[in-house]
């Protein structure tokens, strides 16, 4: 492999500063903790095989972000990832809990991924719809009805949950 | 649900500090932990005891020295087959394909039975079978000529680890690669199953894919084709595979074409197919039983253009209002 223009101090830094943002759209994707894990690591070695220059830092964040959901997509359309999902279904997500917010967590949890991944965006890394929608190269219009419709079923679950 | 909420959910979604770690030392490994497979301590053994029992069968009298050049073939193909098998199936169909090839150089080339391919591969393999079959060299060359080659395994029925990249030769526009997502859509398929005449360009504009930056594809792999391949500026990145080898070793992926035929396979196809370490390559079906990797450290990736049926229903709608 050629030499990347990341060098592991450089990359130290990158990893440190989105490592978790990675993780997060991975495992929001993937609901599997290791699967997500890996996902991961695949997401930084692209990045630094990569070797891309950015315009700025919001750039690469955005690249990552753009990687991280491709390569999610890429494992979840994998025939194993397929197959596992009959037996996976069977049992609750591992991350459903019920410590405090867990019935926001369990909501959110039940989002489809292509309204999960825009709700994460925009109210958790601040993104305004215009840049969810460059980045995610979606439609301005669908990822504002994604948001929106995301909002009616949170609120539903959550009403439904309270009643229940 | 305030935002308090909604933030520590997310949060709650960080991994560990001992995954963190993990990750970060897994993926410095793989980065920048360098890895190589040598193909010479695999291929010279197999060339070796070929070799050995080649010449065991002329000495022992099994086969006369001037027995038709298809006998000796079967017999050092049969060799081959058979110690490959060990590596287990689809490494071996990968090993002994790219070690045929090498002994192509020595021996005759072998019949293709064209009776047991699909419809569409029978007339390539007729077309094959009436090739002239090429002489000369040495078993000694082969092996002299062999040349580490990073492992690429072309894994059957993993039609997610391809896509379609269309090239539409009637209209001559630039064709596009556009990952399925679910479904792969083409400009082709587009006007195909829409019935709107729409170029290139335009579907493009209406998919949102920027098509200010078009690449062309490196030298070495437009002389594969025919037709120039081009790629979207955003589609490409993070491929990196490193291919040391004469450039002409082919990779046969006819049965990963065959298990994934949902459609009809054309000449100047191309494919991206992920080899073992996760590294993707554009490989080329040229209309034979073979497909050939583009050559000597190209480092592109392609990592794609998605576009869903929903939103390939949006741009519909848009388009007939």
Redesign the interface.
Known sequence: MSQSIYTQEKFSQIYDKYANMVYKICIMMLKDTTDAEDATQNVFVKFIKASREYQSESHLKASLIVIAQNECKNQLKHWWSSKRDSFEDIAEPSYNDNTPDSDVKNAINSLPDKYKIPVYLFYYEGYTTEEISKMLKINHSTIRSHLSEARKRLKKFLEEDNNG | ?D?Q??????D????TKE??Q???D???Q???G?KTIDFKKIYIPMATVAAAAFIFAIGSGVLDQNAPAQLQTQIVQNTTTDIAATEGDEKSKTDNTAFEHSSTQVQSKPELDVTQMPKADQAAGSKANDEPQSNGGSIQQVIENAQPVEDIEVVP?????YAALNINTASQVPNSRM????AQISAQDFHENSGYEITYEEFCQKA??DITEIITVPSDMQNITQNQAYFNE?EI????I?YIGDGARSININSSLDANASNSYFENEAFVKTDIN?NEAVVFYDGSYTAYINSE?V?Y?I??????E??LS?ILVSMIK
């Not at chain 2, 990145?237 to 990196?240: K, V």
């Not at chain 2, 990592?303 to 869903?308: A, L």
Request: no cysteine; hydrophobic share 30%.
């Open positions: 649900m935002k909420q909604l933030n520590n959910v997310f709650a979604y960080n991994p995954q963190k993990k990750m970060f897994n993926i410095k793989k980065a920048y360098k029925n993993q039609a997610t680890t990952i399925d997502a679910p949102g894919i955003g990145e993070n491929w990196n490193t996760g450290n480092s990736s990592t794609g253009v998605e576009i869903t929903q939103e949006d």
